[in-house]
Structure formats: structure tokens, C-alpha cells
């Protein structure tokens, strides 16, 4: 929590010092990955501010794009995907549009592990800023010179304290790494259920698991990566942990449309 409140007053102090805020989303789920805390602090100081929703090579190109209209409304808005490439030009051109003035100062921001710290590398066309599948990578602050035009901002990845005290959420949010949990069997069940809510073939695609019992689900694929205990029955901890990463690391997806 200590470390938390530290990451805010990173993100604060940045926001207040850049000419233009990113905030980074997870196209996967954008409710729950926009940070309106984020959105306030932009508001709060009078900079401007781009939702950038990133990992759009996870999520088909309709929903991408109704949602860039649904968010457009708030905020200018667009997708990207950042490991792919795909996009830059257009973010140049809009951060261009939206900088009150050049050289500019970017503050990128957003959830832990959505992509952070990638934008800045593909915004600088080579590496520059540490990236990991497992959230929490970035510690501090890092100031990038990408462009002779363009600063970049990296920062941590901040979960609005609110959030910050059910574990379930935070694995939705891909904002905790399996390795942190204590028990991640519950919250492993929790993240199953909405996959299957919102993407029922997931797994059969991912793992060829065909069950939808999230239970059944976790068994199938602890028995299929042979994560065994003695006795021959399935280490459930083992195999949580798994489907954690998977849904960090993009390998299980899933996406659904804005709301009318
Ligand atoms: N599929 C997909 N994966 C991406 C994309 N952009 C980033 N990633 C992956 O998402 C993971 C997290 O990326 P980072 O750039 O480290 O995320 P971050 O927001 O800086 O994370 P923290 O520093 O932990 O807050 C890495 O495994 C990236 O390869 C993308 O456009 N598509
Ligand atoms: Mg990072």
C-alpha cells in the first residue's frame, strides 16, 4: 500500500509537469482498465489527454473501433497495438495535434501491464524503457528523449487504492502477477468466469479444454501442463497461477462492445 501511495504521487508529480497525458487501456477491457483517477488528476491540472487503447491485435478490429467512438466522446481516442507495431503514425499525429506546444512533454500512464512502457520503446523506434509480462515492472519514473520533438514519460502502474483491496479485481485488471498471490485459486476461478462470460470458446481455443465448469476448467489444464501432486491429484495452486499468467501474457482473451 506504502509503495502504492508512492506510485500515485510518481504519477501525480509527472502529470503535473507534462504538456500531454497518454492514458494507457487494455483493449481486452477497457472498463476495467480505465483509470479515471488518471483522468481526474489531467482534468485537475488542465492538460490534455489521449486514451490510448493498446493490445488491439487481442480483440477484433469492430470492437477496437467502437469503442475508440464510444471513449471519443470524453476523450480524443485511439487503438494501437504497440507490440506489433501498429498505429505510430497516428499517434504521432495526434499527440502533435493535442501538445500545446513542441518540444513536448508525454506523461504515459495507466494500469500496471498495459503496455506502458512498450509505447515508449515504439515511440522511440528502439528499446528504451524495461518491459515484462508480469505487472509491476516499472519502478520509478524514466524520461525518454524518443523524437527531437517528443519527451516521453514513463511510470508506474497505478491501481486507484479503492481497487487496490480485492485481489479477484486486480487479477481481471492484469495489475498483480500470479507470484504475489497468496491464494490464487479463488481469484484464478473469478477471472475463469468472466473469460467464459464474455468468450466461451476461450479456452477450447487456448488449451482445447472444452468444459465450461471453471472448476473442471482449472483440472483440465493443471492435468495437461502435468502439474501433479503426490497421490495423483491436480496442483489447483499450480495450475491458477497458469491461467493467471496466460491472461497476462495475452494467450487467453477476450472483449466485448461499449455500451449503448
Ligand atoms: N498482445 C500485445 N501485448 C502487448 C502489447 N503491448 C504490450 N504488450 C505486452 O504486455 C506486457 C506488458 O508490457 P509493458 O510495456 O511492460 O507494460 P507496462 O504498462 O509498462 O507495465 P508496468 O511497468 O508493470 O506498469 C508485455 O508482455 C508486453 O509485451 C500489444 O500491443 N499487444
Ligand atoms: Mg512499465
Same mark, same amino acid.
Given at each position: 500500500?506504502?509503495?502504492?501511495?508512492?506510485?500515485?504521487?510518481?504519477?501525480?508529480?509527472?502529470?503535473?509537469?507534462?504538456?500531454?497525458?497518454?492514458?494507457?487501456?487494455?483493449?481486452?477491457?477497457?472498463?476495467?482498465?480505465?483509470?479515471?483517477?488518471?483522468?481526474?488528476?489531467?482534468?485537475?491540472?488542465?492538460?490534455?489527454?489521449?486514451?490510448?487503447?493498446?493490445?488491439? %491485435?487481442?480483440?477484433?478490429?469492430? &470492437?477496437?473501433?467502437?469503442?475508440?467512438?464510444?471513449?471519443?466522446?470524453?476523450?480524443?481516442?485511439?487503438?494501437?497495438?504497440?507490440?506489433?507495431?501498429?498505429?505510430?503514425?497516428?499517434?504521432?499525429?495526434?499527440?502533435?495535434?493535442?501538445?500545446?506546444?513542441?518540444?513536448?512533454?508525454?506523461?504515459?500512464?495507466?494500469?500496471?501491464?498495459?503496455?506502458?512502457?512498450?509505447?515508449?520503446?515504439?515511440?522511440?523506434?528502439?528499446?528504451?524503457?524495461?518491459?515484462?509480462?508480469?505487472?509491476?515492472?516499472?519502478?520509478?519514473?524514466?524520461?525518454?528523449?524518443?523524437?527531437?520533438?517528443?519527451? &516521453?514519460?514513463?511510470?508506474?502502474? &497505478?491501481?486507484?487504492?479503492?481497487?487496490?483491496?480485492?485481489?479477484?479485481?486486480?487479477?481481471?485488471?492484469?495489475?498483480?502477477?500470479?507470484?504475489?498471490? %497468496? %491464494?490464487?485459486?479463488?481469484?484464478?476461478?473469478?477471472?475463469?468466469?468472466?473469460?467464459?462470460?464474455?468468450?466461451?470458446?476461450?479456452?477450447?481455443?487456448?488449451?482445447?479444454?472444452?468444459?465450461?465448469?471453471?472448476?473442471?476448467?482449472?483440472?483440465?489444464?493443471?492435468?495437461?501442463?502435468?502439474?501433479?501432486?503426490?497421490?495423483?491429484?491436480?496442483?489447483?495452486?499450480?495450475?491458477?497461477?497458469?491461467?493467471?499468467? %496466460?491472461?497476462?501474457?495475452?494467450?487467453?482473451?477476450?472483449?466485448?462492445?461499449?455500451?449503448?
Amino acid at each position: 500500500m506504502i509503495e502504492a501511495r508512492k506510485a500515485w504521487r510518481t504519477v501525480r508529480r509527472i502529470i503535473e509537469g507534462s504538456d500531454l497525458v497518454l492514458e494507457v487501456l487494455d483493449a481486452r477491457d477497457p472498463v476495467e482498465t480505465r483509470n479515471r483517477r488518471v483522468e481526474a488528476l489531467s482534468r485537475r491540472y488542465g492538460r490534455p489527454l489521449l486514451v490510448v487503447l493498446n493490445k488491439v %491485435d487481442l480483440v477484433p478490429f469492430e &470492437v477496437a473501433l467502437s469503442w475508440k467512438k464510444h471513449l471519443g466522446k470524453e476523450w480524443p481516442t485511439i487503438f494501437i497495438s504497440a507490440k506489433h507495431r501498429m498505429g505510430t503514425r497516428r499517434l504521432y499525429r495526434w499527440i502533435k495535434m493535442l501538445a500545446p506546444r513542441l518540444p513536448a512533454k508525454v506523461a504515459v500512464v495507466g494500469y500496471p501491464n498495459v503496455g506502458k512502457s512498450t509505447i515508449i520503446n515504439y515511440l522511440k523506434g528502439r528499446h528504451a524503457a524495461g518491459t515484462s509480462p508480469m505487472p509491476g515492472f516499472t519502478r520509478g519514473e524514466m524520461l525518454v528523449a524518443a523524437k527531437s520533438w517528443l519527451y &516521453v514519460m514513463d511510470t508506474p502502474g &497505478v491501481v486507484p487504492p479503492e481497487e487496490a483491496t480485492s485481489e479477484e479485481l486486480l487479477v481481471i485488471k492484469g495489475a498483480v502477477g500470479p507470484h504475489e498471490l %497468496d %491464494d490464487p485459486v479463488p481469484p484464478a476461478i473469478s477471472l475463469i468466469k468472466r473469460i467464459l462470460y464474455f468468450n466461451p470458446r476461450a479456452f477450447r481455443d487456448a488449451y482445447n479444454i472444452w468444459s465450461t465448469e471453471p472448476e473442471e476448467i482449472l483440472e483440465a489444464y493443471g492435468k495437461a501442463r502435468g502439474l501433479m501432486l503426490r497421490g495423483g491429484r491436480v496442483n489447483l495452486d499450480a495450475a491458477a497461477r497458469g491461467i493467471i499468467k %496466460d491472461w497476462i501474457r495475452g494467450k487467453l482473451s477476450y472483449h466485448y462492445p461499449p455500451p449503448e
